[in-house]
C-alpha cells in the first residue's frame, strides 16, 4: 500500500467520524448510530462518483484485528474503577467465561437448527457466529446507568462484565477460527479446553508483567507526556507480544496490562492517572467511532434483500442467548450461595448490547471463508437492533427497577 493511499484512507475515515459528530450535533441521534449514518453515506457517495479509495478486505482484516482491538479493550480495562472491581470481579469473571461459552453455544446451536441444518449453515460457521455475538458493549448502558443515577455496583459489574466477556470472546472467536481452518492440532474438546485455558491465562500473565513494568516505567520517568506514549506502547506492544512471541491472547495481555498499571499508578497515588484517562477516553472514543464508520461503509442493502431471514433469526437467537446464559449463571451463583441482587439479571440480559468488538470480530473474518457474508449480515442485524431496539428501551427498564427497589 502506498503511503499516499494510507494517509487519504486515514483522513478519509476520520472525516467520517466528523461527519458523524455534526449529525449527532444537528439531529440528537446516538453518536454511535451518527457515525454508521456517516459510513453508509460515505459508501454511497463512493458508489456513485465511482472513486477507487483503495479499501481493500484482505487487509482491512488484519487493521482491525491487530489496531482497533487492543486499544478498546485497553481503553475499557483502564476505566475500570479497582476498588469497585475487587468487589465484583469475582461474579464478572463467571459471567465472563461460563456465561460467554453458554451465550455462544446457545446461539450457534439455535442458528444452525433454525436455518436448517441438513442443507443450512455448517455447524462450524454457526459456532463462529455465536462466539462473534457472546461480546457485548456496555457503553450505551453504562452512560443510562450513570444519567439515571443507578447503583455503582450495577455499573461497575455491567462494565467489569463485558470487558472479562469481550475479551473471552475474542479467544473463543480465535479457537473457533483455528478449528474452522483446521489449524488446530487436537480438535476434540478435550483439546479446545486445554487449548482456551492456555491462550487465556498465558494472556493475563504476560499482560500482567508488562503492565507492572510499564507502571515502573511511568513512575520512574516522571514526565507525563511520555507516560501517554508508555502507555500507548503498552496497550499495542502487550497485545504484539503476547500474539507474536508467546502465541497466547492479545486481548487478554492488553486487558490485563491495563488493569495492573493502573493498580500500581494507583498504589503509588500517581498525579498522572487523570491526565492518562483523558488520553485514553480520547483514544477510545475515536477507535470505537471508526469501528462504526467502518460498518456503514461496509453494509449493503444486498444484506437485508438477500439475507432478511437469516438476519432475523440471529436476532431472535443472540437475545434468547443472552438471557439463558444469565439466568443459568444466576441459578449456579444462587446454589452457591452468591446470587446477584433482585432484578439484576433482567437488567444484564436486556442490556447486553452488541457493538464494536463484535463488529470487529465480524469484520476480520477472511473473506475467503464459505458463508463470511452471511455471517457478517447476521452479525450486523444484531448490532443495529441492539443500538435501536435494545439502546433505546433500557432506560425506561432501569427506571422501573429503580422504583421498585
Not at 485497553?74 to 476505566?79: D, E, I, R, T, V
Not at 455447524?123 to 457472546?134: N, P, V
Request: aromatic fraction near 10%; proline fraction near 3%.
Amino acid at each position: 500500500m502506498e503511503t499516499l493511499t494510507l494517509l487519504g484512507q486515514v483522513l478519509a475515515f476520520v472525516s467520517m467520524v466528523m461527519a458523524g459528530a455534526l449529525l449527532n450535533r444537528l439531529t440528537g441521534l446516538e453518536i454511535t448510530l451518527a457515525c454508521l449514518a456517516s459510513g453508509v453515506g460515505a459508501g454511497l457517495l463512493i458508489t456513485t462518483m465511482g472513486w477507487d479509495v483503495g479499501l481493500r478486505a484482505e487487509y482491512v482484516q488484519d487493521q482491525v484485528f491487530y489496531l482497533f482491538l487492543p486499544i478498546l479493550i485497553f481503553h475499557a480495562a483502564w476505566s475500570l474503577p479497582p476498588s469497585m472491581l475487587r468487589l465484583w470481579a469475582g461474579k464478572a469473571l463467571f459471567l465472563a467465561t461460563v456465561g460467554v461459552v453458554l451465550t455462544g453455544a446457545i446461539c450457534a446451536l439455535v442458528i444452525w437448527w433454525a436455518i436448517g441444518h441438513p442443507t443450512g449453515m455448517p455447524l462450524a460457521m454457526a459456532a463462529l457466529t455465536g462466539a462473534i455475538l457472546s461480546a457485548t458493549d456496555p457503553v450505551a448502558v453504562v452512560a443510562t446507568l450513570n444519567r439515571l443515577h443507578a447503583p455503582k455496583d450495577l455499573a461497575t459489574l455491567f462494565e467489569a462484565e463485558s470487558l472479562l466477556n469481550d475479551a473471552t470472546a475474542v479467544v473463543l472467536f480465535a479457537l473457533v477460527m483455528g478449528i474452522v481452518q483446521q489449524e488446530m492440532a487436537d480438535p476434540s474438546v478435550l483439546g479446545v479446553l486445554l487449548e482456551f485455558a492456555v491462550v487465556f491465562f498465558g494472556g493475563i500473565l504476560i499482560g500482567a508483567a508488562l503492565g507492572w513494568l510499564a507502571q515502573g516505567l511511568i513512575r520512574y520517568l516522571l514526565r507525563e507526556d511520555l507516560a501517554m506514549i508508555t502507555l500507548l506502547l503498552l496497550a499495542f506492544g502487550s497485545f504484539f507480544v503476547a500474539e507474536h512471541w508467546f502465541h497466547v491472547s492479545g486481548i487478554m495481555a492488553a486487558a490485563s496490562a491495563a488493569l495492573v498499571c493502573r493498580a500500581g499508578l494507583a498504589r503509588a497515588e500517581s498525579k498522572a492517572i487523570p491526565r492518562l484517562s483523558d488520553g485514553l477516553e480520547w483514544f477510545g472514543l475515536l477507535f470505537n467511532l471508526l469501528i462504526f464508520c467502518l460498518m456503514g461503509l461496509v453494509i449493503t442493502f444486498d444484506m437485508f434483500i438477500e439475507r432478511y431471514w437469516a438476519m432475523a433469526l440471529a436476532i431472535g437467537a443472540a437475545v434468547f442467548a443472552r438471557f439463558a446464559s444469565v439466568y443459568l449463571c444466576q441459578g449456579i451463583l444462587t446454589l452457591s450461595g452468591r446470587p446477584l441482587p433482585r432484578g439484576w439479571s433482567l437488567l444484564l440480559s436486556w442490556g447486553g448490547l452488541r457493538g464494536a468488538i463484535a463488529i470487529a470480530l465480524v469484520l476480520s473474518l477472511p473473506v475467503a471463508l464459505p458463508g463470511w457474508w452471511t455471517v457478517q449480515s447476521m452479525v450486523f442485524a444484531v448490532v443495529l437492533f441492539s443500538l435501536l431496539v435494545q439502546g433505546t428501551t433500557f432506560a425506561p427498564l432501569l427506571q422501573r427497577h429503580l422504583k421498585s427497589v
